[in-house]
């Protein structure tokens, strides 16, 4: 079974950073980042592709959020830069060991590995 921790959650004023990392306890081949918010339902964030790094972001973090990855540590990274209070959310990291379609990457059926979350708090 694999094991997903996530780390580097916090509280920041808006325009701030922070960086989220997730490390698997073996190989995964999809992980991508997801959020759910106070009464809001869990919504894709960002996803990247072990094999070839292909990525997929949400548009409402595009330009703002990068995912990366470390194959040789296991580990997903989100770089995330001017936040902003809408932000705001349990993030949870999520993986596969399917290497999935572009058309597939954010739905989050497709993810049978979850982490516990991390929470980010954007202040205005």
């Known amino acids: 079974q694999v094991q997903l921790v996530e780390s580097g959650g916090g509280s920041v004023q808006a325009g701030g950073s922070l960086r989220l990392s997730c490390v698997a306890s073996e190989r995964y081949y999809t992980t991508g980042w997801f959020r759910q918010a106070p009464g809001k339902e869990r919504e894709f964030v960002a996803t990247i592709r072990r094999r070839d790094g292909t990525t997929s972001y949400a548009d409402s973090v595009k330009g703002r959020f990068t995912i990366s990855k470390d194959n040789a540590k296991n580990t997903v990274y989100l770089q995330m830069s001017s936040l902003i209070p809408d932000d705001t959310a349990v993030y949870y990291c999520?993986?596969?060991?399917?290497?999935?379609?572009?058309?597939?990457?954010?739905?989050?059926?497709?993810?049978?590995?979850w982490g516990q979350g991390t929470q980010v708090t954007v202040s205005s």
């Open positions: 999520a993986a596969t060991k399917s290497h999935l379609i572009v058309t597939s990457l954010q739905d989050q059926t497709r993810y049978d590995y």
